[in-house]
């Protein structure tokens, strides 16, 4: 049982340069998430995906797109990264999106735009 | 303003000590609040949830609410070094899936 699990560890791009950030869950969980994490800021929820087949945007979504391709598997993606995107990435899952549910995160990409 | 907030810190208690870290928010809908630690570099990871006004205690960790005051607290006593992280504490915004967290406290537990 991994958990959350989250691909890659770290990355190096250019601006303009695109990619996808991997995650994956073995917990059941209904819900998944993706925040940033930024020093000063703590963690901003970029987009979430309350069930399978469903995606909403978060506090912070623009430059960003997220596929939930399975229940297991929930994807963001920087089409034409940025320097302000330069950050630490989190992805979450939950039971459900109800009240009161526990998140669980996985051990986060660091991710640097030059 | 920001929805939720917290002393940035960093704070730093002697061993053995009781540690007491803050936290308020602006959403009076917010229901469910939590409190997760982040070792450096690392993800975080929940040590409490509370909901209801008062006090919920968990081995050394105590949270208190006050929904009037918009003001959730923990405690840690007997701190130990190990306890040295980020706190973060986090509210839902009433949405259900929307949380919202704070930039975090910096807790030192000196040998």
């Known amino acids: ?114 | 303003q920001k929805e939720v907030e917290q002393n940035s810190g960093p704070l730093s208690v002697p061993e053995g000590a009781i540690a007491s870290l803050n936290c308020t928010y602006s959403d009076r809908g917010s229901q469910s609040f939590f409190w997760y630690r982040q070792y450096s570099g690392k993800s975080p990871e929940l040590i409490m949830s509370i909901y209801s006004n008062g006090d919920k205690e968990d081995g050394r960790f105590t949270a208190q609410l006050n929904k009037a005051s918009q003001y959730v607290s923990l405690l840690i006593r007997d701190s130990q070094p190990s306890d040295s992280a980020t706190y973060l504490c986090a509210a839902t915004g009433g949405l259900g899936n929307d949380m919202r967290f704070g930039a975090g406290t910096r807790l030192t537990v000196k040998p």
Not at chain 1, 24 to 42: F, V
Not at chain 1, 60 to 85: C, D, H, I, M, T
């Open chain 1, 1 to 114: 049982n991994a958990g959350v699990t989250q691909t890659p560890k770290f990355q190096v791009l250019k601006t303009g340069q695109s990619m996808t950030l991997q995650c994956a869950q073995d917990m059941n969980h209904n819900s998944m998430y993706w925040y940033r994490q930024d020093p000063g800021m703590g963690l901003r929820l970029i987009y979430y995906s309350a069930s399978e087949g469903t995606t909403d945007k978060g506090e912070v979504p623009n430059g960003y797109n997220v596929s939930r391709l399975n229940k297991r598997e929930f994807s963001l993606r920087l089409e034409s990264a940025a320097p302000s995107q330069t950050s630490v990435y989190f992805c979450a899952s939950s039971v459900s999106p109800a009240l009161g549910e526990t998140q669980y995160f996985g051990p986060g990409t660091r991710l640097l735009v030059l």
